[in-house]
């Protein structure tokens, strides 16, 4: 799971952004299992993931889940694209390959935004999917047929809607019963509530840009880590960025200044690992993270082309993290749905 994948720039110039450079022996099982018989998931291109992307569009901002979900992605093969870096090393816990169902025609992406993201990892890959279908049974058939899905690798579901979830259950009774799901809730913040936000830094602290350097310190409190997990913190920094609160040292102290909490921006799209030492708890230091990660990013939205239109910050909350519920609620945003994600496997 935790192994990492080098991405080629000048490949990506020329081929698909969906698909990885790496050769891997479940690539070889699934080519050789789609000679066998027809998969009922294929591989998307670029150019059809953006039609997801306008799909889900225009239902915003109940939509906006999948939009960022597919938006941080392409976004994602933007930023890799136009890297002067020869080489990109990317997570494989974060990187996505995105199918539709294969016997469906260009209305299954602009109209009912059917798709399915399998990440790369050898162990524990994430599977994702939306759909705006009300019949449910081809996407069923499509999870349980697919070869693009080892269920021998140990597979979990994350962010599944709540209409879905007794179909993913279906599913998963024959293939993964012994998964268990958590439940947390989708909110939003109203673009006119976040533009009018004011950042405050603490007296004795200062702000900072979260880059590599810090992914051992980030990662050392995070409860899920695992073997490799350090790369996909500087995956997140090199693609989506954070901030970091840090004690004010003296001039000339020569001490390395440690992290007095965090913030960045999941594979989602959303709000996430916000995170304060126990040291520097009950100062409000959440509140200045929050408020200054939303100030940046609905700034960078307004400057950018048109699609970010429409688009809002968002945050997933587990239902039992009450603190952060009570934070986020406070700070203007917005309950909307339910989902459910699959606790994840001890590494």
């Not at 960022?68 to 890799?80: A, G, Q, V």
């Not at 990892?121 to 693009?148: G, I, M, N």
Request: hydrophobic share 40%; aromatic share 10%; charged share 20%.
């Amino acid at each position: 799971m935790g192994h990492a994948i080098q991405y080629s720039v000048d490949h990506f110039n020329e081929q698909s952004l969906s698909s990885p450079t790496h050769d891997t022996g479940m690539e070889a099982h699934h080519q050789s299992t789609a000679l066998m018989s027809p998969d009922p998931l294929r591989c998307l291109r670029e150019d059809e993931i953006s039609l997801l992307r306008e799909c889900y569009r225009r239902g915003l901002p109940g939509t906006l889940a999948p939009f960022l979900f597919i938006d941080t992605h392409l976004r994602w093969c933007e930023k890799i694209r136009q890297s002067s870096t020869k080489a990109w090393t990317v997570s494989a816990i974060v990187w996505k390959r995105f199918f539709t169902l294969a016997s469906s025609d260009r209305e299954e992406l602009t109209a009912l935004g059917t798709f399915v993201a399998i990440t790369e990892a050898e162990k524990c890959p994430t599977v994702v999917f939306w759909t705006q279908r009300d019949d449910l049974s081809p996407l069923k058939h499509a999870l349980e047929k697919t070869a693009y899905i080892s269920w021998k690798s140990d597979p979990a579901f994350s962010c599944v809607a709540l209409d879905h979830y007794p179909m993913v259950q279906s599913v998963l009774q024959q293939n993964a019963p012994h998964l268990m799901f958590r439940n947390s809730t989708f909110f939003r913040l109203p673009r006119k509530t976040a533009k009018a936000m004011n950042v405050s830094v603490p007296d004795g602290y200062e702000m900072l840009a979260l880059d590599e350097s810090h992914a051992a310190e980030v990662n050392a409190t995070w409860p899920h880590r695992f073997a490799g997990s350090e790369e996909y913190y500087c995956s997140l920094f090199r693609l989506n960025g954070g901030l970091a609160l840090t004690e004010r040292m003296q001039a000339g102290d020569g001490q390395k200044k440690h992290l007095a909490g965090w913030i960045l921006t999941n594979e989602y799209g959303a709000l996430a690992h916000l995170y304060i030492q126990p040291a520097h708890r009950q100062r409000g230091l959440a509140s200045v993270l929050v408020k200054a990660w939303v100030t940046r990013w609905t700034e960078a939205l307004e400057d950018e082309d048109v699609n970010a239109g429409g688009s809002e910050v968002i945050a997933y909350i587990l239902d039992a993290n009450t603190a952060s519920r009570t934070l986020f609620t406070k700070l203007g945003f917005i309950e909307m749905s339910k989902s459910r994600w699959s606790n994840p496997t001890t590494n």
